[in-house]
């Protein structure tokens, strides 16, 4: 299974720049104090994927449920120590859909679940597949490329 998944890792981590690129390209980014750029995942998802997400998913919908439903966890401080919290599933927008499916990266690229042998692979694998299929779904209405 670890090959497996690091390939669907690799394919998930591929399909994130693209989007991170052409939407930044696209004027969907924003910047802090420090003048740092940060891609407005709010603003494409309510923009260019809007809040009929789920229809516009058709038989591809389970995948979103399943992300809103049993979202990524966090890491938190907790008496000193970094520790997996879990996160809310009562709103179920498309902003908080793309927020997850952001959250599934930034814990891969942050070593969080994957430090030499991946941490709940089934569930990994579960959150790395339905995140493709989202992104997969609005590759071409957000003018991503193909990969």
Same mark, same amino acid.
């Given at each position: 299974?670890?090959?497996?998944?690091?390939?669907?890792?690799?394919?998930?981590?591929?399909?994130?720049?693209?989007?991170?690129? $052409?939407?930044?390209?696209?004027?969907?980014?924003?910047? /802090?104090?420090?003048?740092?750029?940060?891609?407005?995942?709010? !603003?494409?998802?309510?923009? &260019?994927?809007?809040?009929?997400?789920? %229809?516009?998913?058709?038989?591809?919908?389970?995948?979103?449920?399943?992300?809103?439903?049993?979202?990524?966890?966090?890491?938190? &401080?907790?008496?000193? !120590?970094?520790?997996?919290?879990?996160?809310?599933? $009562?709103?179920?927008? +498309?902003?908080?859909?793309?927020?997850?499916?952001?959250? +599934?990266?930034?814990?891969?690229?942050?070593?969080?679940?994957?430090?030499? %042998?991946?941490?709940?692979?089934? !569930?990994?694998?579960?959150?790395?597949?339905?995140?493709?299929?989202?992104?997969?779904?609005?590759? %071409?209405?957000?003018? +991503? /490329?193909?990969?």
């Amino acid at each position: 299974m670890s090959a497996h998944l690091d390939q669907l890792a690799f394919k998930f981590f591929k399909l994130f720049a693209q989007y991170e690129s $052409t939407l930044k390209e696209n004027g969907f980014f924003k910047s /802090d104090k420090s003048g740092n750029v940060f891609v407005d995942w709010d !603003r494409f998802a309510n923009e &260019i994927v809007g809040k009929n997400f789920k %229809t516009e998913l058709g038989h591809l919908a389970p995948a979103a449920a399943y992300i809103l439903d049993q979202p990524p966890k966090k890491q938190i &401080i907790d008496d000193g !120590r970094v520790v997996w919290a879990d996160v809310s599933a $009562t709103d179920k927008s +498309v902003q908080i859909l793309f927020g997850h499916i952001c959250r +599934v990266r930034n814990n891969l690229f942050h070593g969080a679940k994957f430090n030499g %042998t991946w941490f709940d692979p089934e !569930r990994s694998e579960e959150l790395l597949n339905y995140s493709l299929v989202v992104l997969e779904c609005f590759r %071409t209405k957000a003018g +991503v /490329d193909g990969y």
